[in-house]
């Protein structure tokens, strides 16, 4: 049988396991981290054919491209379906550039108003350069495009599922309009990590990642992604890339490569033991609402089964008892979970805190679940041991 050809027509573990990793470099197996700033030429005028040129066949200074990041960019290509991918030294940082590529001067912005925390907070940073943003609940795709503001709006950023309270935002209706208008769709695919939800074939045009959750997936390293089309990711690596300087250096870009080889693997788990984990919740009474995409009781289900193949490991829940010291003291109690930011590693943590009021009347207490790579039961039999001594149980 033929050796590997980037070219086949190869399913998407064969990719993750061999693209970008077609030269074997002394035979070894695994590829070396090129640690190096920059790359030599044989002449002056092969040098400046590749910088004057913007030639790509070989790699100049590690600030625009290098061979490690680059294999894990390809794999990340692959995985999110587009022609490009790039890395970068956070996830807010592949964020920021990726909105600030979609606007052309101050500009109106429209973005869910549950995205990520600090999205939210690099957006209104921008309005110190005239730039505007009109948050919407993103539901209703017919109330996001009302927000749109013809000639004005340059820029739709959405987050499907949702951070805190896992909403969807319908891709097919809303890409289709902002086609249609110029409009550019930025869509943050952490959650589903590219495997269970593929934003660029519902009309996404760029596709941002927390790289630092489920495509490294060891907790060992903090990185950001954006997968989109060659002619945007080309432009963006004279623009954003090159002149921010936000690159994911060698070492880290190897991490990431390692962590997607058990991407798939990792999720398959993740998936399965949150499924089990949050209807096991929903089945104690202890909670007025249990936020899991995977729950056949989830509000949105059709639509996730429009878009979504798949759920993976991260949920929250309302406790019944809006107590916040019992609240506390539930995640407190908990021993396997570890209290801490983050998700997408193999550990499993938890955090509470009162939910911003937006969505609710009042207040209310949350705690969100991050499952990890242990093993199930033993990870309801700690949940439980909490309820309990936290009163939680109703
Ligand atoms: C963590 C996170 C980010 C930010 O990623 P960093 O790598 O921490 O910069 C963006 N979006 C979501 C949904 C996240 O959870």
């Not at 049988?1 to 990793?21: C, K, Q, S, V, W």
């Not at 294999?71 to 920021?96: D, Q, V, Y």
């Not at 500009?107 to 921008?126: K, N, S, W």
């Not at 609940?137 to 820029?155: K, L, S, Y």
Request: one cysteine or more.
């Amino acid at each position: 049988m033929a050796r590997f050809e980037p070219d086949r027509d190869y399913g998407l573990n064969t990719l993750i396991a061999h693209l970008g990793e077609e030269e074997k470099i002394k035979g070894a197996v695994v590829p070396p981290i090129f640690q190096n700033s920059l790359f030599l030429f044989e002449t002056i005028d092969d040098l400046n054919g590749h910088i004057r040129e913007g030639r790509t066949d070989m790699d100049v200074y590690s600030r625009v491209s290098n061979p490690t990041t680059s294999i894990a960019e390809k794999k990340i290509a692959a995985i999110e379906g587009t022609e490009e991918a790039r890395l970068f030294n956070s996830g807010m940082a592949a964020i920021s550039a990726a909105i600030l590529s979609a606007l052309d001067g101050p500009a109106h912005v429209v973005a869910v108003d549950t995205c990520y925390g600090p999205t939210r907070q690099f957006l209104d940073y921008m309005s110190r350069y005239g730039v505007t943003t009109t948050y919407i609940e993103g539901t209703d795709p017919d109330a996001v495009i009302a927000a749109i503001r013809p000639g004005e709006t340059q820029a739709v950023y959405l987050e499907s599922p949702s951070s805190v309270l896992f909403l969807l935002q319908d891709l097919t209706t809303i890409c289709r309009y902002c086609r249609e208008h110029g409009v550019t769709t930025i869509l943050d695919n952490s959650y589903s990590a590219g495997v269970f939800q593929k934003p660029a074939s519902f009309g996404v045009d760029l596709v941002v990642h927390s790289a630092t959750k489920y495509f490294g997936g060891h907790s060992d390293v903090v990185a950001g992604a954006i997968a989109g089309s060659k002619e945007r990711l080309t432009k963006m690596t004279m623009e954003e890339v090159s002149l921010f300087g936000a690159i994911l250096p060698p070492f880290p870009s190897w991490l990431i490569l390692r962590g997607l080889r058990t991407l798939t693997v990792r999720l398959k788990h993740h998936q399965e033991a949150a499924n089990h984990i949050a209807k096991w919740l929903q089945g104690t009474g202890a909670a007025d609402a249990v936020h899991h995409v995977g729950l056949d009781s989830f509000p949105q289900a059709a639509l996730r089964d429009r878009q979504m193949t798949g759920t993976s490991g991260l949920f929250s829940f309302e406790p019944k008892v809006q107590d916040g010291e019992k609240v506390k003291a539930f995640a407190n109690h908990l021993g396997l979970f570890g209290r801490g930011v983050s998700w997408g590693g193999f550990e499993s943590l938890v955090v509470a805190f009162p939910t911003h009021p937006m969505h609710y009347e009042s207040s209310r207490w949350i705690v969100r679940l991050n499952i990890g790579l242990e093993e199930p039961a033993d990870l309801i039999a700690d949940i439980q041991q909490a309820l309990h001594a936290s009163e939680l149980l109703p």
